[in-house]
């Protein structure tokens, strides 16, 4: 089979390449990104040499090219993970996230009725729920949960969904859905809080933790999360949402004391800023749908996954020094410097 993977330079499209390589070495996988601040060739340093891998820049938004694409390859399995991610910025620049997120979404989709796939999967996230009250941990988000968004980012990611789901309705478009709690793991985007609070640390920098740190997030090594998405798109059910979740439930103070602990660093690093906007208490994922139909179950316990990723940090400092210059560096003081 041939696989389109959109957004695979980002941090979880460029694991799942890798996974589909290892696993399924007899198929064809072309790389689409646009190869925006947070995608990063240098992530795909591995593969762009194998046989069976083609990286292509483009835009999913732009329908020309999307649809040229469509016909030159003839994919048969679609993987979206293309999408605008980070909720800070949402709130900057709210129509970047409508443009990729919902707009592309649906040129994909359109592409895919015209020249016809197999599957169409889309990468979501549990963000699409909203929130859950940190004084009931025995509410879990599960694939009828209502959709109750909390910034552009959520809802964007949510009027996908909607789409999605509605061009399986409407046109008999073969879909899943997947949604994920937050991801962990090598090439993680500097901005987001595990990567983040390393590379702080490791040069004793202030540590910034939003508000009281007390917001519960489910954690999930991405690793675990490729292996899920490899059985949905090949097992799946046509139309079903799958939830994807960690069991690994972690407080962002937690995260970043164990992170600092790791490393040798005191917990003197650790600032408290002002709070984002609608910032979500606490995340959950009940996962027992994707486990009952198709035997999945995530295999990597937080401690062990965290320490895999520091020392992937550790081992790859040439990875994130590149990153963290110039733009990157221009957004960090932006978003933190008046928050303190």
């Keep these: 089979?041939?696989?389109?993977?959109?957004?695979?330079?980002?941090f979880i499209g460029s694991?799942?390449?890798?996974y589909q390589l290892k696993h399924h070495p007899e198929d064809e996988f072309v790389c689409l990104d646009k190869l925006t601040y947070a995608g990063n060739l240098s992530s795909l340093k591995g593969v762009m040499e194998q046989p069976n891998f083609k990286f292509v820049r483009g835009d999913i938004a732009d329908r020309d090219f999307v649809c040229s694409l469509f016909k030159r390859e003839k994919p048969d399995i679609i993987v979206n993970f293309a999408a605008e991610s980070h909720v800070d910025r949402s709130i900057l620049e709210p129509e970047l996230f409508l443009k990729t997120n919902v707009i592309g979404t649906g040129v994909l989709m359109d592409a895919c009725r015209k020249y016809g796939i197999k599957r169409y999967h889309q990468v979501s996230?549990?963000?699409?729920?909203?929130d859950l009250p940190l004084d009931r941990p025995d509410l879990f988000f599960t694939e009828t949960t209502p959709l109750h968004t909390s910034s552009p980012y959520s809802a964007s990611k949510a009027s996908a969904?909607?789409?999605?789901?509605?061009y399986h309705r409407t046109y008999g478009l073969p879909v899943t859905?997947?949604?994920?709690?937050?991801?962990?793991?090598?090439?993680?985007?500097?901005?987001?809080?595990?990567?983040?609070?390393i590379i702080n640390a490791l040069h004793d920098k202030a540590l910034p933790v939003y508000g009281d740190g007390v917001n519960v997030r489910d954690w999930l090594y991405v690793e675990d999360h490729c292996s899920a998405i490899d059985l949905i798109i090949r097992e799946g059910h046509e139309g079903e949402v799958y939830n994807v979740g960690g069991h690994n439930e972690k407080s962002n103070l937690d995260v970043v004391k164990i992170i600092l602990k790791a490393?040798?660093?005191s917990e003197d690093l650790i600032t408290f800023v002002k709070d984002r906007p609608g910032h979500d208490r606490r995340y959950a994922i009940d996962p027992t749908k994707i486990h009952n139909e198709l035997g999945w179950l995530p295999q990597t316990k937080f401690v062990n996954g965290?320490?895999?990723?520091?020392?992937?940090?550790?081992?790859?400092?040439?990875?994130?020094?590149?990153?963290i210059s110039g733009e990157y560096q221009k957004y960090y003081e932006k978003m933190y410097k008046n928050r303190i």
């Design 1 to 10: 089979m041939k696989l389109i993977i959109t957004g695979g330079a980002g």
């Design 15 to 18: 694991n799942f390449i890798y």
């Design 125 to 130: 996230t549990d963000e699409v729920y909203g």
């Design 161 to 166: 969904d909607l789409l999605v789901l509605a």
């Design 177 to 197: 859905i997947s949604r994920c709690s937050n991801n962990y793991g090598p090439y993680h985007f500097p901005e987001k809080l595990i990567p983040l609070m």
């Design 263 to 265: 490393l040798g660093k």
């Design 306 to 323: 965290i320490a895999k990723t520091i020392e992937w940090y550790l081992d790859n400092k040439d990875w994130w020094q590149e990153i």
